[in-house]
């Protein structure tokens, strides 16, 4: 059992094929599944979920753990998270958020209201349809931070990209009111999904 969990990789595949051997008995205790629009909703809303875990997991860790605690540790042991924690917390991070975003879209047009959603059902007055619209309108607010705002300023706030002292300080606050904007938006954004998955 060590020798699984002392390795990310062998741990992920396990719990691969415990996802998988679940899938199975559940599909013959129910005597089978269609392989219809309903099934491919379900995983592509397991994928969502799986996804839409990793981003806001992470930016929740940037905003509860990471941010408040880089003061607390000293000068020669900073250089640990900006050359090698952060730039892989945000490789997950980014693309996470790409990918909840779009099996989000593919969620929304497999079940049938990507566009009453997306205009926020103001013409068919859909209550469940106004909530999940809220909620991914926020999610592409957000999505469009980390791509757009968070990731370029970090990029110069953490030396990838070179630039002057000045611009660097700029850039590292800019990321981290942005990081902050996103950790304001993602309490209404769950609200939203949550409330139209299980209120109407």
Same mark, same amino acid.
């Given at each position: /059992?060590?020798?699984?969990? +002392? +390795?990310?990789?062998?741990?992920?595949?396990?719990?691969?094929? @415990?996802?998988?051997?679940? &899938?199975?008995? #559940?599909?013959?205790?129910?005597?089978?599944?269609?392989?219809?629009?309903?099934?491919? +909703?379900? @995983?592509?809303?397991? $994928?969502?979920?799986?996804?839409? !875990? /990793?981003?806001?997991?992470?930016?929740?860790?940037?905003?509860?753990?990471? $941010?408040?605690?880089?003061? =607390?540790?000293?000068?020669?042991?900073?250089?640990?998270?900006? =050359?090698?924690?952060?730039?892989?917390?945000?490789?997950?991070?980014?693309? *996470?958020?790409?990918?909840? !975003?779009?099996?989000?879209? @593919? #969620?929304?047009? #497999?079940?049938?209201?990507?566009?009453?959603?997306?205009?926020?059902?103001?013409?068919?007055?859909?209550? =469940?349809?106004? *909530?999940?619209?809220?909620? /991914?309108?926020?999610?592409?607010?957000?999505? &469009?931070?980390?791509?757009?705002?968070?990731?370029?300023?970090?990029?110069?706030?953490?030396?990838?990209?070179?630039?002057?002292?000045?611009?660097? *300080?700029?850039? *590292? =606050?800019?990321? /981290?009111?942005?990081?902050?904007?996103?950790?304001?938006? +993602?309490?209404?954004? #769950?609200?939203?999904?949550?409330?139209?998955?299980?209120?109407?």
């Amino acid at each position: /059992m060590n020798n699984l969990l +002392s +390795s990310l990789s062998k741990t992920i595949h396990v719990s691969v094929i @415990i996802a998988i051997l679940l &899938f199975v008995g #559940l599909f013959y205790q129910n005597d089978g599944f269609a392989f219809d629009r309903l099934f491919w +909703s379900w @995983i592509t809303r397991y $994928i969502h979920v799986l996804v839409g !875990i /990793m981003w806001i997991g992470l930016l929740w860790y940037f905003n509860f753990v990471q $941010i408040p605690n880089m003061s =607390k540790i000293p000068d020669e042991q900073k250089p640990a998270i900006g =050359k090698v924690i952060a730039p892989a917390a945000l490789f997950y991070f980014r693309w *996470a958020a790409a990918f909840t !975003i779009l099996s989000g879209l @593919i #969620l929304a047009g #497999l079940n049938g209201y990507l566009h009453d959603a997306m205009t926020l059902s103001f013409g068919s007055g859909i209550p =469940k349809h106004t *909530a999940i619209g809220i909620g /991914m309108w926020l999610g592409i607010i957000m999505a &469009f931070n980390v791509w757009f705002v968070i990731w370029p300023n970090q990029k110069r706030a953490l030396g990838i990209v070179e630039c002057d002292p000045d611009l660097k *300080a700029k850039s *590292a =606050k800019t990321a /981290m009111l942005f990081s902050r904007t996103n950790t304001l938006l +993602s309490l209404p954004m #769950l609200l939203s999904m949550v409330a139209a998955q299980n209120l109407y």
